[in-house]
């Protein structure tokens, strides 16, 4: 079993920017990826930005040259900086892990219970 324990979010003004981070707790041997995807009302739940625990990164297209990912293996933890916000950014954010629990084949996805994020004047 492991957890995802989200913070970060938060109202923000069109051009500002958040921080949002995301911790793993529980039974795990590795971490394979952490990721934040996103949900606006009425939209498909969509990958914003990922990272293995090789340090390979992913940015969906419209957050590009705006948001930065990174991780801490020895923390479990990862972060998104998000800076020159837009309205269009708004949604629910979720963390996403794709984790081995022990030595083998097997491996588990889970996802934190999400943080929202406003980008309005």
């Known amino acids: 079993q492991v957890q995802l324990v989200e913070s970060g979010g938060g109202l923000v003004q069109p051009g500002g920017s958040l921080r949002l981070s995301c911790t793993a707790s529980?039974?795990?041997?590795?971490?394979?990826?952490m990721g934040w995807y996103r949900q606006a009302p009425g939209k498909k739940r969509e990958l914003v930005a990922n990272?293995?625990?090789?340090?390979?990164?992913y940015y969906e297209d419209s957050v590009e040259g705006r948001f930065t990912i990174s991780g801490d293996n020895a923390e479990k933890t990862v972060h998104q900086q998000m800076n020159s916000l837009k309205p269009e950014d708004t949604a629910v954010y979720y963390c996403?892990?794709?984790?081995?629990?022990?030595?083998?084949?097997?491996?588990?996805?889970?996802w934190g219970k999400g943080t929202l994020v406003t980008v309005s004047s």
């Open positions: 529980g039974t795990i041997f590795s971490i394979l990826v």
């Open positions: 996403n892990t794709e984790i081995q629990p022990r030595p083998g084949p097997l491996i588990e996805r889970y």
């Open positions: 990272i293995t625990s090789g340090g390979m990164i």
